[in-house]
Nanobody, 123 residues
Framework: VQLQASGGGLVQAGDSLRLSCAAS????????MGWFRQAPGKEREFVAH????????LYADSVEGRFTISRDNAKNTVYLQMNSLKPEDTAIYYC?????????????????WGQGTLVTVSS
């Protein structure tokens, strides 16, 4: 599966932004999906996860209550709605597919990755 993330940009603290990740192929609905982010000088970290049907979601503590992950299997797309953005949310955001583990928050559990989209939040 190939993934294409989009929707990043420069916003002010408190603003909202919605990221999209479009997937190729006809098996998108069978992939558990995730969003990760990587800030300059830091390791890539988990942001959110969604199950194949969308019924189950999981969030990092740092974004719980502010970010919402969702998916539209008919459009082969997963979304990340980001509200109340903070400067510390500044990072390159990556979508990932095919979670094969049980923890669902580790980089090595996702075999497929998009190219990333940059989100910059100014104070």
């Amino acid at each position: 599966v190939q993934l294409q993330a989009s929707g990043g940009g420069l916003v002010q603290a408190g603003d909202s932004l919605r990221l999209s990740c479009a997937a190729s192929g006809r098996t998108f609905s069978t992939y558990r999906m995730g969003w990760f982010r990587q800030a300059p000088g830091k390791e890539r970290e988990f942001v959110a996860h969604i199950s194949t049907s969308g019924a189950r979601t999981l969030y990092a503590d740092s974004v719980e209550g502010r970010f919402t992950i969702s998916r539209d299997n008919a459009k082969n797309t997963v979304y990340l709605q980001m509200n109340s953005l903070k400067p510390e949310d500044t990072a390159i955001y990556y979508c990932a597919a095919g979670a094969i583990g049980a923890v669902l928050m580790r980089v090595d559990e996702y075999p497929y990755w998009g190219q990333g989209t940059l989100v910059t939040v100014s104070s």
